[in-house]
């Protein structure tokens, strides 16, 4: 089992940012990816951006260029720094991971809100 505990969520005006965090422990031997992943009302869960084991960054479309994200993988740490934040990013952001089997893990889940 894989225990992952997101943290950074808040309120944010337009045009700010926030860093979210999530600390990965329990059964973690080799993993496929580290990821950040959104829920909005309505809508299923998207990916924002994950890392693979190889350190290669995946990015969605609308967040290239805002978001970057980056991972300890010493400290099995996940971070998503979020830059240049608009309205339409309001979410529940969920940390995952992958194992190489192919099992994802997910956490809590942190809301973010971007509103003036």
């Known amino acids: 089992q894989v225990q992952l505990v997101e943290s950074g969520g808040g309120l944010v005006q337009p045009g700010g940012s926030l860093r979210l965090s999530c600390a990965a422990s329990?059964?973690?031997?080799?993993?496929?990816?580290m990821g950040w992943y959104r829920r909005t009302p309505g809508k299923g869960r998207d990916l924002v951006a994950k890392?693979?084991?190889?350190?290669?960054?995946i990015y969605a479309d609308s967040v290239k260029g805002r978001f970057t994200i980056s991972g300890d993988n010493a400290k099995n740490m996940v971070y998503l720094q979020m830059n240049g934040l608009k309205p339409e990013d309001t979410a529940v952001y969920y940390c995952?991971?992958?194992?190489?089997?192919?099992?994802?893990?997910w956490g809590q889940g942190t809301q973010v809100t971007v509103s003036s």
């Open positions: 995952n991971v992958q194992t190489i089997f192919s099992r994802d893990y």
């Open positions: 329990g059964s973690i031997f080799q993993l496929n990816h």
């Open positions: 890392i693979t084991s190889a350190g290669v960054p």
